[in-house]
């Protein structure tokens, strides 16, 4: 029977971890959780159990989840929360960990480097385990029907997932729109944010901006496109393209090297 960790950065009472647990054991998983106690978006991958006044001590508590074999509720980010479960709290390895069913889209470059969603996936990722992230497109979304085709859909990937071990694919996004009329293999758009904002005597203010702007890049093959027109966005990601570009780089960049080897002669 496979094993997954399941993790959101939504908190532990989000309905759409709730729904997703319950999916991923009905299709035959065991489903532990080890997860945010309260909302923890837009902490990536942030790993630093000083933070938040907790001097490297992190509070733990059990919780009761329809379909969990287990499930825990730390003072943690998702990104800890995924460490703290592979590495102290589960009684097996997972063979994946699956973040979500995120509240709200995450799309593009940007979201990818900023989300809790993302990020507990990366972690699983960096540790050797298939990561699977989970959105839901729809910011506003509350009741548990609108959550349980992404649920759905996350339990037939990750199973998938295990069962093929896809060669230089370590993580998947997922995004669902509410009314999908397809699906899309995508890549991530190259999205920045835009600040909206109005300075104040001592202070800045920052207004909340749309969907529509904050995606803006909507290039046909990306995940924008995709779920700005009804397609379920399906971006897989290979962690490791990151680390090594030093086969691929121009001739100008030997300048670089040239200039530094020249500081060390002086």
């Keep these: 029977m496979p094993v997954a960790l399941a993790v959101n950065d939504d908190g532990i009472d989000s309905v759409g971890l709730r729904v997703l647990v319950r999916e991923l054991s009905e299709r035959g998983f065991r489903v532990y959780v080890c997860t945010p106690l309260t909302q923890m978006s837009g902490l990536s991958k942030s790993v630093s159990f000083r933070r938040f006044g907790r001097n490297n001590r992190v509070e733990m508590f059990r919780v009761n989840i329809e379909g969990a074999v287990e499930a825990w509720g730390l003072n943690a980010t998702p990104a800890e929360s995924v460490l703290v479960g592979i590495e102290i709290l589960m009684r097996e390895k997972p063979d994946i960990v699956v973040s979500g069913v995120n509240i709200g889209p995450n799309l593009g470059l940007d979201d990818f480097l900023t989300s809790g969603t993302i990020g507990a996936a990366l972690e699983a990722a960096i540790h050797g385990i298939p990561g699977l992230a989970v959105s839901l497109a729809y910011n506003k979304a509350s009741r548990e029907d609108e959550f349980r ?84 966005s399906v971006t897989p990601i290979n962690i490791y393209s990151i680390i090594d570009s030093s086969s691929q780089l121009p001739e100008d960049f030997e300048e670089i090297i040239s200039d530094i080897r020249g500081i060390l002669r002086e």
Excluded at 149 to 167: D, E
Excluded at 221 to 231: H, I, L, Q
């Design 149 to 232: 085709l992404a649920a759905r859909i996350a339990s037939i990937i990750a199973q998938r997932f295990i069962k093929y071990n896809f060669k230089n694919i370590n993580l998947i996004s997922v995004n669902v729109p509410l009314n999908p009329v397809g699906v899309m293999v995508t890549r991530l758009s190259i999205n920045n944010y835009k600040l909206k904002y109005v300075i104040e005597k001592s202070s800045i203010r920052f207004i909340e901006d749309s969907l529509e702007e904050r995606y803006w890049d909507r290039t046909l093959g990306s995940d924008v496109w995709a779920v700005m027109n009804n397609y379920i």
